[in-house]
């Protein structure tokens, strides 16, 4: 079996859709039906909140807290400034709704992205979090897992319908935080301004994060959560933001471990020069002459994200000498989190979100592939045909759009988040596990394979709300048994092995031990590894990449 799936997990012979008998074996319900049942109220460092309880046919209850505030308002004058806490209050503050989503331009809520890109309205005073956990006040320590979102650093939001915690708390007992903080301009804008206020406004997004993990040390026991406990998980931008905390000295403590999840720019962050022509690429769309910090917070906040459209290259922190010493893991592994136990993997075919935008894309002549790589990579012909040809060896019964999907999906996000795999694992002080979500989904006619964000549902146990990208079948809630446990256990102990799945020995770079999550989980040697080793030589995947030349030619 192994030789059949050792390049990208072919699904012709690995992935298996669970039997009858089977789903009908594990088809228990992972979290009872639940209703309304009453008021919870919790002491935080800042005052009382009243948030929901959800009570359950079992008798179990998942307490629920919205928009809770970990910082104060960051519009106005303290635009750009490093987070505040929140002002101390009297009396009990309502936690019943979600909290404004952070100044972003708005993604597309076509159903396939909305689960996980819908947002709140928008507002600066957007410092919030939210708290899911089995129980309060109960002297219990539960693992605490903080969710931290995609979007790039640009955009979404905490409170997507993918991100409700209320099932993976009440399943796994563990406290589950969402967070909400600066993003694009409003979070990392560079700004060589003379005025000391602004030294830390290309950071001030990382530094609201760090705000929140404070928030969430402070209060950990009032929530039933283990203060020293708390793991760190991420996806997409999000695993960029794990990554960015795992090299950022004043996070040191704040987090014990960490789940990166299909990283892709996330090696590195901006350089000064570069975070400086981002800025003047976005005075430019104001027509302003500087880059001055109080002028742009003059700036109303609607205009301000309008301009954000005609900046090419995406806002993200900057190696600032401040908070920011080096880039997180270029070109090694940073040694003050070489202590961190990781969990790190990829969606098999993570490409096929961007392309399926376009039907066309699954029907690609060879020729057209081969155009797209040559500008989505910026490199010549000849080295295209050599790529091409090594991934065709892998895969010969791969079509041409095939080929692309596994290229794009290697480059973009494999590479690089198993280069920080390997980067870590190389530390030898704490273990690292390697997976690749391998689960493919029946919508589209199973062409989109495994797209990124394809495990999040899982994970959260949110499959309904996401059903336009996961789609329905016998193997959902099977699955998400399995990836629930998977990244509790990991929470709880540091190892994610547990009884779902067969024995998981840690990654290293000799056999990069990789378990494939699926119905059929295996742990497999370096999947993929053959053809992806073709691309050795390229730059590795930066934000400031399109993937627009791959995806639309």
């Known amino acids: 079996m192994e030789t059949a799936t050792r390049g990208a997990l072919d699904r012709r012979a690995f992935l298996k859709h669970a039997s009858a008998a089977t789903s009908a074996a594990v088809m228990v319900s992972l979290v009872p039906r639940m209703a309304w049942a009453a008021a919870s109220v919790v002491e935080t460092s800042n005052g009382k909140v009243r948030g929901s309880v959800y009570a359950s046919a079992s008798g179990s209850s998942v307490h629920v807290f919205k928009g809770m505030r970990y910082g104060d308002t960051t519009g106005g004058e303290y635009r750009f400034l490093p ?5 101390k209050w009297s009396g009990i503050q309502d936690a019943t709704q979600w909290g404004a989503s952070c100044p972003q331009v708005a ?19 957007c410092l919030f979090l939210n708290v899911f956990t089995p129980g309060v006040n109960d002297n219990k320590r539960r693992p605490i897992m903080v969710w931290l979102h995609g979007g790039s650093w640009s955009s979404c939001a905490g409170t997507a319908p993918g991100f409700d915690g209320t099932n993976l708390a009440a399943a796994q007992d563990v406290v589950v935080v969402t967070v909400n903080h600066r993003l694009n301009a409003f979070g990392y804008l560079w700004l060589e301004d003379k005025d000391e206020r602004f030294a830390d406004a ?8 760090l705000q929140a993990l404070r928030w969430v040390r402070d209060n950990a026991a009032a929530f039933g959560g283990d203060a020293g406990n708390v793991t760190v998980f991420g996806q997409s931008g999000g695993a960029a933001k794990v990554i960015a905390l795992m090299g950022m000295p004043a996070a040191q403590g704040l987090f014990h471990k960490a789940i990166v999840q299909s990283c892709s720019g996330g090696m590195r962050i901006d350089s000064p020069d570069e975070a400086a022509r981002q800025a003047h690429a976005l005075a430019s ?9 109080a002028a742009l917070q003059q700036v109303p906040m609607d205009k301000l994200v309008a301009a954000l459209k005609r900046v090419a290259d995406p806002f993200r922190p900057v190696v600032d000498g401040r908070n920011f010493l080096r880039d997180p893991y270029y070109p090694d592994a940073p040694a003050m989190s070489a202590h961190i136990p990781l969990l790190i993997g990829n969606a098999n075919t993570e490409s096929t979100y961007y392309l399926q935008v376009d039907p066309n894309n699954f029907s690609l002549g060879m020729a057209d592939v081969q155009r797209r790589l040559q500008h989505f990579l910026k490199t010549d012909a000849a080295r295209v045909d050599a790529l091409v040809e090594a991934y065709r060896s892998e895969y010969p019964a791969y079509d041409p759009s095939e080929i692309l999907m596994t290229i794009t999906t290697d480059y973009l996000f494999k590479r690089n ?14 273990p690292v596990y390697a997976y690749v979500f391998a689960r493919q989904t029946p919508i589209q006619g199973g062409r989109i394979h495994t797209p990124h964000t394809g495990e999040v549902p899982f994970i959260f146990g949110t499959a309904k709300a996401a059903e336009a990208q996961v789609g329905t079948g016998a193997d959902i ?13 990991f929470a709880r102990t540091g190892n994610p092995g547990n009884s779902t799945l067969p024995h998981w020995a840690p990654y290293r770079d000799g056999d990069r031990q990789t378990m ?6 295996q742990l497999l040697k370096d999947p993929g590894g053959g ?20 995806v639309k030619g």
């Open 285 to 293: 769309a104001l027509d302003m002459q500087s880059v001055d910090g």
């Open 516 to 521: 494939a999550l699926s119905m059929d989980s």
């Open 417 to 430: 988040t198993l280069k920080v795999a390997s980067l870590q694992a190389a530390a030898g002080q704490a």
């Open 202 to 209: 290309g950071s001030a997004g990382v530094l609201d994060i």
């Open 107 to 125: 993604e597309t809520q076509d159903p396939f992205y909305a689960w996980y890109t819908a947002i709140q309205p928008t507002n600066e005073d």
């Open 83 to 87: 987070p505040r806490p929140p002002r």
């Open 531 to 550: 053809s992806r080793g073709a691309l050795e030589g390229l730059p590795y995947y930066e934000y400031s990449v399109s993937r627009s030349a791959f």
């Open 477 to 489: 809630e099977p699955m998400t048994r399995r990836i629930m446990a998977t990244w509790a256990t």
